[in-house]
Every structure is written in C-alpha cells, then in structure tokens.
C-alpha cells in the first residue's frame, strides 16, 4: 500500500469524539441537565426518539476506548468536556467527581501515548444557564470563562492542545434560528446576540487558557463552501448573504479585527441595533490564536430565494433569502452530503487568500462520513464508501498544504458511531461500529485503512 499521501513527520493523525454524543451516564456522579438533555427528551424532535441518555456507554468505558486509538496509531485524540459534568448548576459549586472522569480519562490517553486535544464546549450548555437566557445573554460568556479555569487550571499540565468552541455557527444559528438544535429557539436578534456571546465567550476562555499557561489555544469553525447555483447577481448575492452567515460572523472578528462589512445586507434591521456589542469586545474576540480548527464535510449550492416568513417581524436569523440546492452529479452520504473533496481545498486556499498571514496554522478537526454500513456475513464492516471519503479529503488536504497552507493536523470523525444530534443513532458517522444494544465495538475496514495509513508515515 505505498499509494498513501505522505505528510510531514510531526503532522498530528487523530481521531475526534464529543462528550453528549458517546458519554452516556447523564445523571450519574453528579453530572447536572443539559440543554441536550432537555431538547432530546423532548417528543418529536430527535428521530427515533433517540437520547444520549446511554449513547456509547462511554463514560464506563473509556479504557476500552483508548485501547482502541492505541492500536489505530492515532498521535491525538479530541473530545469534549461536559460542562454540566464540571459545574452543574452552570454557575456555583464545582464537581469534582466530574474533573476527576477527564483526569482518569486524560491519563489513561497520555499513558497510550496519544495527546489529548480537548474541547471546552461541544454544545452541551448547562440548562440552568438556557434558562436564564443562554447565550443570548453576556452572562453565559462569564460563566464560560469560570468552567474554563476550573478545567484549565485542573488539566493544563497535562493537555496540549485546547478548542474553546466547536461549530460557533450550529450553537447559534441551528440551536436559536433553525430550531434543529438545542435548544430549539427560532428567533432573529436572539440568535444574532448568541452568536456574538460565543465570540465573546471564546475570547475570555482564551485569556483563561492563556492565565493557565496552556500550550496550544484555537477554535473550531465549521467553515462552508458557498457556491452560487448560477452566475446570476441574485444567486451571487445570495452566495454572499450565506458566506456572511456561515463564514464571516466567524472569521471576521476572529481573524481581522471587525465585523463583516456584509452584514446589513444580510441581516437588515436584526443587526442594525447591536445593542449586544460593547467597546472593547473586538479586541477581546481577536487575541492571537495558536492555530483555527476548520471541519469540513461538504459544500453548500445556493439560490436566491425570497423570504420564507411572510410576517416580517418573525423573520429568523437563517431566514436569509436563498435556500440550498441539490448538487446533481456528486456521490450522496447517508446524512444526503455531496461528497466533494476538492471542496476542502478551494475552502482553505480561499482562507489563506482573504487572511494571509492572519490565517493560523489549520487543524482541520473534523471530517468523515456517515454510510449506510452493517455487518457483512463475516461479522466485519466493508465501509468502501467512508474509505474513499476519507482517502479523498485527505488528499485533498496534502493539495493545500503543498500549494503553501499550513495544515499540521487532521482528525477523522468519528471515532465511534454515536448520537448524531437530531438523527439520533441512525447517522453511523464511525469507524469503529457500535452495537447498541451489546456496546460491542468492532473495528470497521475504515478504522483498518487509517491505521495503515498512519503506520505507512512513519516507513
Ligand atoms: C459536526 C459536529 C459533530 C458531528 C458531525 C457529523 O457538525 O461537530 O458533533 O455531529 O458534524
């Protein structure tokens, strides 16, 4: 097999978890509700009427589970930490048996010889924090930054490399435009001031992490493709209009200092107000990063489209005038993604354009795909598909670096199939399958494949 792309020496394989997803063991060891909890137990809104209540049972079995990176060879692993496992009211008391699970677990990876990359907020908010307003109030940015010194001050000997937030972009729009996540809010300012809470929420746990003398800080976005569905000026206009949602709120304050200039276009009078933004929150939402989490699945088409609300006044923060198109022709996952690796490639050589020397070093810290794969006769799973996906976006991500962008890591998800958000348990994004009803653990051809892979550098 000496057709594996070859990347530097010290280039970081890992493998990517989150804690509501595989955990498990939600009301055990003093471990408070999360939004998660309360979004998943409500009827009608996760498939199946799937919880995370057990999920991977992972919270007991995290050794097997380390066992398992160790012998796939990965040099990192990421996961995230409950934060309602550390501070279960949000705010208040501090519960060490929660510290103690990431102590046991952090450990057990340093003794496997795997570096732990941890994320502060996998998008398991504390519910007694959402009812006090969440992120669309300033004060869940604060109690963020308390969490992060409790974590950071506990573990920062010990983990490398730290994530504040994963996907910004899903905590705020999904969770409080879309209503497809927790906690399932459809507004307009509210998921306008969430999304500049987490900005600020971010930009306060970095000063936490920095005071705790962390090794490694950043984010993870998910950044997207946006391609018009035509050459018009409507649909680019719409292009535009998504890439300022999904994109720019981001990367903007982030990478350059400002807002976007796009942003009345987009969001008209539901920005105009601002009344959320303080003096002073700029420089705080851009202290220099150690390095920019990007995952990528997929790109997105888009159309112009005319509003979908009739009544202005319920208009929602995703209501952006254009709607996503089918792109005809790609091979489809079983989430219905169009699998286009080049995609990966134009996003981070775009990123390296607009940014330049701003861009940080890129872990790219999420990309895989959800397959329709069972065990065959043989008890083994023959995930062909997941194997070209992944040996495609990899290579896609050896074009970038090659053409000057600089890439040091890449984390497949996942590691296990689990809870995949309102899909419930039947989006199997693993490469180790997990039966649900046993907790066995098989290792997928897939898992077997990146291994080779990884073993194959160091030839
Ligand atoms: C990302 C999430 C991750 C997982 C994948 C499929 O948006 O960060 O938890 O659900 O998608």
């Known amino acids: 097999m000496n057709d594996f792309p070859r990347f530097p020496?010290?280039?970081?394989?890992?493998?990517?978890?989150?804690?509501?997803?595989?955990?498990?063991?939600?009301?055990e060891d003093g471990r408070g509700p999360s939004i998660w909890d309360t979004y998943s137990h409500t009827?009608?809104?996760?498939?199946?009427?799937?919880?995370?209540?057990?999920?991977?049972?992972?919270?007991?079995?995290?050794?097997?589970?380390?066992?398992?990176?160790?012998?796939?060879?990965?040099?990192?692993?990421?996961?995230?930490?409950?934060?309602?496992?550390?501070?279960?009211?949000?705010?208040?008391?501090?519960?060490?048996?929660?510290?103690?699970?990431?102590?046991r677990l952090v450990d057990e990876l340093l003794a496997a010889g795997i570096e732990p990359a941890v994320t502060l907020y996998h998008w398991d908010l504390p519910q007694a924090l959402e009812d006090r307003g969440g992120w669309?109030?300033?004060?869940?940015?604060?109690?963020?930054?308390?969490?992060?010194?409790v974590v950071a001050g506990h573990l920062a000997d010990r983990v490398p490399r730290w994530i504040t937030l994963n996907e910004p972009w899903c905590s705020a729009f999904l969770g409080y435009s879309v209503g497809r996540h927790?906690?399932?809010?459809?507004?307009?300012?509210?998921?306008?001031?969430?999304?500049?809470?987490?900005?600020?929420?971010?930009?306060?746990?970095?000063?936490a992490l920095r005071a705790a003398g962390v090794r490694e800080a950043g984010i993870t976005l998910n950044l997207d493709r946006n391609l018009p569905a035509t050459g018009s000026a409507a649909d680019r206009a719409a292009a535009v209009r998504a890439?300022?949602?999904?994109?720019?709120?981001?990367?903007?304050?982030?990478?350059?200092?400002?807002?976007?200039g796009t942003e009345e276009e987009t969001w008209g009078e539901l920005i105009t107000a601002q009344d959320f933004r303080?003096?002073?929150d700029l420089a705080l939402v851009g202290q220099p990063l150690d390095f920019l989490g990007i995952n990528y699945y997929r790109p997105i088409v888009v159309?112009?489209?005319?509003?979908?609300?009739?009544?202005?006044?319920?208009?929602?923060?995703?209501?952006?005038?254009?709607?996503?198109?089918?792109?005809e022709g790609a091979r489809h996952t079983a989430?219905?993604?169009?699998?286009?690796?080049?995609?990966?490639?134009?996003?981070?050589?775009?990123?390296?354009?607009?940014?330049?020397?701003?861009?940080?070093?890129?872990?790219?810290t999420e990309n895989g795909s959800a397959e329709h794969d069972e065990p065959g006769p043989d008890g083994a799973v023959h995930d062909h598909d997941r194997i070209a996906y992944l040996r495609d976006h990899l290579a896609a991500l050896k074009t970038a670096l090659d053409a000057g962008v600089d890439v040091r890591g890449y984390y497949v998800w996942s590691l296990l199939d689990n809870f995949e958000w309102a899909y419930g348990y039947g989006k199997r994004f693993g490469i180790v399958r997990v039966d649900y009803d046993t907790q066995r653990r098989v290792p997928k051809d897939s898992y077997h494949w990146y291994r080779a892979l990884i073993s194959a550098q160091r030839d």
């Open 9 to 27: 020496p010290e280039f970081v394989f890992g493998a990517a978890t989150a804690s509501y997803q595989i955990e498990g063991a939600v009301r």
């Open 43 to 103: 009827p009608g809104l996760v498939a199946n009427g799937d919880t995370g209540d057990i999920a991977c049972d992972h919270y007991h079995r995290y050794r097997e589970d380390v066992a398992l990176l160790r012998e796939l060879g990965v040099t990192s692993y990421r996961f995230s930490i409950a934060w309602p496992r550390i501070v279960p009211d949000g705010s208040g008391p501090v519960n060490p048996k929660g510290l103690d699970f990431y102590a």
């Open 136 to 149: 669309r109030v300033r004060e869940t940015a604060e109690r963020f930054a308390d969490y992060t010194e």
């Open 182 to 207: 927790a906690p399932g809010a459809r507004e307009g300012r509210g998921a306008l001031a969430a999304a500049h809470h987490l900005l600020v929420g971010h930009g306060l746990a970095v000063q």
């Open 243 to 260: 890439d300022t949602q999904h994109n720019l709120v981001w990367t903007e304050p982030l990478l350059a200092g400002r807002y976007p």
């Open 278 to 280: 303080r003096d002073g």
């Open 303 to 327: 159309a112009d489209a005319p509003y979908q609300e009739a009544d202005p006044a319920r208009r929602t923060a995703t209501d952006n005038r254009y709607k996503e198109i089918r792109l």
């Open 335 to 364: 989430m219905d993604w169009p699998v286009v690796p080049g995609g990966l490639t134009d996003l981070l050589l775009a990123l390296k354009e607009r940014y330049g020397d701003a861009l940080p070093p890129v872990h790219l």
